[in-house]
Structure formats: structure tokens, C-alpha cells
């Protein structure tokens, strides 16, 4: 297991009720599974995760299955719900 850091942007910051968090944990998956452990009882957080998109030490998970994507020490998770916006 490694340490590390998860920030949260916009309406996954306000479901985990906080910009960051440690991790401690070997995969995505595990960190992900730590967080929302934390939340049990706000189960809006875990509907959030479900539309979000991440990224791991500034590269993009994409489809690639939590449960392979390994994390570093000290490295650090985003957490990015879909952005309303864009071109017209």
C-alpha cells in the first residue's frame, strides 16, 4: 500500500463534502473503495463517482479497470465529475 492524495473538483467536492483527502491504498480501486467507506451514510457520494472521470498522477484512467490502475507513493488522484460548458 501506498500514501497519497484524491482532490475533488465541483459536484464531487461537495458529495465528499471536502477539496481533499489522503489515500492509502494500491489501486484506484482501493482508494475509491476507502472513500466512499468514509461516506456510507451519504450514499449521493457513490452516485457521483459513477459519472466521474480520473486522473492519476496527471495521466487519464479512461476505461482502464480501477482494480489495474496502480497507484504511487505520494501521488495523487482527481477526481473530475462532467463539466457542463463547451462550444456551441
Same mark, same amino acid.
Request: aromatic share 6%; proline share 3%; charged share 25%.
Given at each position: 500500500?501506498?500514501? @497519497?492524495?484524491? *482532490?475533488?473538483? =465541483?459536484? =464531487?467536492?461537495? =458529495? =465528499? @463534502?471536502?477539496a481533499e483527502e489522503t489515500y492509502r491504498a494500491a489501486t484506484l480501486a482501493g482508494a475509491l473503495d476507502e472513500a466512499r467507506a468514509r461516506r456510507a451514510d451519504h450514499p449521493e457520494f457513490a452516485r457521483v463517482l459513477l459519472r466521474c472521470s480520473f486522473l492519476v498522477d496527471e495521466r487519464?484512467? @479512461?476505461? *482502464?479497470?480501477h482494480h489495474d490502475v496502480q497507484l504511487t507513493e505520494g501521488g495523487t488522484v482527481e477526481v473530475l465529475p462532467p463539466f457542463a460548458g463547451g462550444s456551441r
Amino acid at each position: 500500500m501506498v500514501s @497519497g492524495t484524491i *482532490r475533488y473538483w =465541483a459536484a =464531487a467536492k461537495a =458529495a =465528499a @463534502g471536502t477539496a481533499e483527502e489522503t489515500y492509502r491504498a494500491a489501486t484506484l480501486a482501493g482508494a475509491l473503495d476507502e472513500a466512499r467507506a468514509r461516506r456510507a451514510d451519504h450514499p449521493e457520494f457513490a452516485r457521483v463517482l459513477l459519472r466521474c472521470s480520473f486522473l492519476v498522477d496527471e495521466r487519464q484512467v @479512461g476505461s *482502464r479497470d480501477h482494480h489495474d490502475v496502480q497507484l504511487t507513493e505520494g501521488g495523487t488522484v482527481e477526481v473530475l465529475p462532467p463539466f457542463a460548458g463547451g462550444s456551441r
